[in-house]
Protein backbone atom coordinates (compact mmCIF):
# COMPACT_ATOMS: atom_id res chain seq x y z
CA UNK A 1 0.00 0.00 0.00
CA UNK A 2 1.11 3.47 -0.52
CA UNK A 3 1.64 5.95 1.97
CA UNK A 4 1.71 9.71 1.10
CA UNK A 5 3.19 12.46 2.98
CA UNK A 6 3.10 16.58 2.35
CA UNK A 7 5.22 19.28 2.84
CA UNK A 8 6.27 22.56 1.59
CA UNK A 9 2.70 24.25 3.25
CA UNK A 10 3.79 27.34 5.32
CA UNK A 11 2.86 30.93 5.89
CA UNK A 12 3.03 33.67 2.56
CA UNK A 13 2.12 36.63 1.79
CA UNK A 14 -0.05 37.05 -1.51
CA UNK A 15 1.76 37.04 -4.92
CA UNK A 16 4.59 34.73 -3.59
CA UNK A 17 5.26 31.06 -3.96
CA UNK A 18 5.84 27.80 -2.45
CA UNK A 19 6.34 24.73 -3.52
CA UNK A 20 4.24 21.46 -1.77
CA UNK A 21 5.85 18.12 -2.33
CA UNK A 22 4.63 14.68 -1.53
CA UNK A 23 6.54 11.77 -0.97
CA UNK A 24 5.32 8.15 -1.33
CA UNK A 25 6.56 5.27 0.11
CA UNK A 26 5.81 1.36 -0.08
CA UNK A 27 4.88 1.19 -3.60
CA UNK A 28 6.33 3.20 -6.64
CA UNK A 29 3.88 5.73 -8.02
CA UNK A 30 4.81 5.28 -11.33
CA UNK A 31 1.42 3.82 -12.40
CA UNK A 32 -0.55 6.01 -10.63
CA UNK A 33 -2.67 9.26 -11.44
CA UNK A 34 -1.84 11.66 -8.66
CA UNK A 35 -3.79 14.40 -7.68
CA UNK A 36 -3.52 17.80 -5.81
CA UNK A 37 -7.18 18.93 -3.53
CA UNK A 38 -7.55 21.48 -1.31
CA UNK A 39 -10.05 22.19 1.67
CA UNK A 40 -10.41 25.51 3.28
CA UNK A 41 -12.62 26.38 6.62
CA UNK A 42 -16.14 25.48 6.45
CA UNK A 43 -16.01 24.61 2.54
CA UNK A 44 -15.51 21.06 0.81
CA UNK A 45 -12.96 19.91 -0.85
CA UNK A 46 -11.81 20.56 -4.25
CA UNK A 47 -9.51 19.50 -6.77
CA UNK A 48 -6.55 21.72 -7.90
CA UNK A 49 -4.08 20.05 -10.51
CA UNK A 50 -3.65 16.28 -11.22
CA UNK A 51 -0.98 14.34 -13.45
CA UNK A 52 -0.87 11.06 -15.29
CA UNK A 53 1.61 8.54 -14.66
CA UNK A 54 3.76 9.39 -17.51
CA UNK A 55 3.51 13.13 -16.40
CA UNK A 56 2.80 14.35 -19.90
CA UNK A 57 -1.01 15.00 -18.97
CA UNK A 58 -1.98 17.64 -16.51
CA UNK A 59 -4.96 19.25 -15.26
CA UNK A 60 -6.13 22.24 -13.42
CA UNK A 61 -8.87 23.77 -11.51
CA UNK A 62 -9.66 26.98 -13.30
CA UNK A 63 -9.28 28.80 -10.12
CA UNK A 64 -5.63 27.82 -10.34
CA UNK A 65 -4.69 27.64 -14.05
CA UNK A 66 -1.46 29.72 -14.91
CA UNK A 67 -0.66 29.95 -11.43
CA UNK A 68 0.14 26.69 -10.15
CA UNK A 69 2.19 23.52 -11.90
CA UNK A 70 1.88 20.67 -11.43
CA UNK A 71 4.96 17.70 -11.96
CA UNK A 72 6.36 13.98 -10.79
CA UNK A 73 9.80 12.39 -10.12
CA UNK A 74 9.05 8.97 -10.59
CA UNK A 75 12.72 8.16 -9.45
CA UNK A 76 11.90 10.04 -6.62
CA UNK A 77 8.60 8.80 -6.11
CA UNK A 78 7.72 12.24 -5.34
CA UNK A 79 4.70 14.88 -6.96
CA UNK A 80 5.31 18.38 -6.35
CA UNK A 81 2.88 21.93 -6.60
CA UNK A 82 4.35 24.86 -7.21
CA UNK A 83 1.98 27.72 -6.44
CA UNK A 84 3.17 31.37 -7.59
CA UNK A 85 0.80 34.59 -7.41
CA UNK A 86 -0.72 32.96 -4.69
CA UNK A 87 -4.01 35.03 -3.41
CA UNK A 88 -5.69 34.88 0.10
CA UNK A 89 -8.19 32.96 -1.41
CA UNK A 90 -5.91 29.87 -2.01
CA UNK A 91 -5.50 29.76 2.10
CA UNK A 92 -6.60 26.00 2.42
CA UNK A 93 -4.90 22.34 3.77
CA UNK A 94 -3.45 20.98 0.87
CA UNK A 95 -3.84 17.25 0.48
CA UNK A 96 -2.08 14.82 -1.98
CA UNK A 97 -3.91 11.86 -3.40
CA UNK A 98 -3.16 9.04 -5.39
CA UNK A 99 -5.39 6.55 -7.65
CA UNK A 100 -5.34 3.84 -10.69
CA UNK A 101 -7.15 5.01 -13.17
CA UNK A 102 -7.50 8.18 -15.85
CA UNK A 103 -10.45 10.11 -14.46
CA UNK A 104 -8.40 13.26 -12.55
CA UNK A 105 -10.83 14.89 -10.22
CA UNK A 106 -12.46 11.85 -8.37
CA UNK A 107 -12.01 8.62 -7.47
CA UNK A 108 -8.77 8.89 -5.20
CA UNK A 109 -8.33 6.14 -2.47
CA UNK A 110 -4.84 6.94 -0.92
CA UNK A 111 -4.51 10.18 0.18
CA UNK A 112 -2.05 11.98 2.94
CA UNK A 113 -2.45 14.24 5.85
CA UNK A 114 -2.12 17.28 4.07
CA UNK A 115 -0.03 20.63 5.01
CA UNK A 116 -1.51 23.53 5.85
CA UNK A 117 -0.85 26.97 3.30
CA UNK A 118 -2.06 30.63 4.78
CA UNK A 119 -1.55 32.92 2.39
CA UNK A 120 -2.04 36.59 3.85
CA UNK A 121 -3.32 40.13 2.30
Known amino acids: QVQLVESGGGFVQAGGSLRLSCAASGRTLSSYTMGWFRQAPGKEREFVAAIFWSGYSTYYADSVKGRFTISRDNAKNTVYLQMNSLKPEDTAVYYC??????????????WGQGTQVTVSS
Open 97 to 110: AAKVGSSVTWGYDI
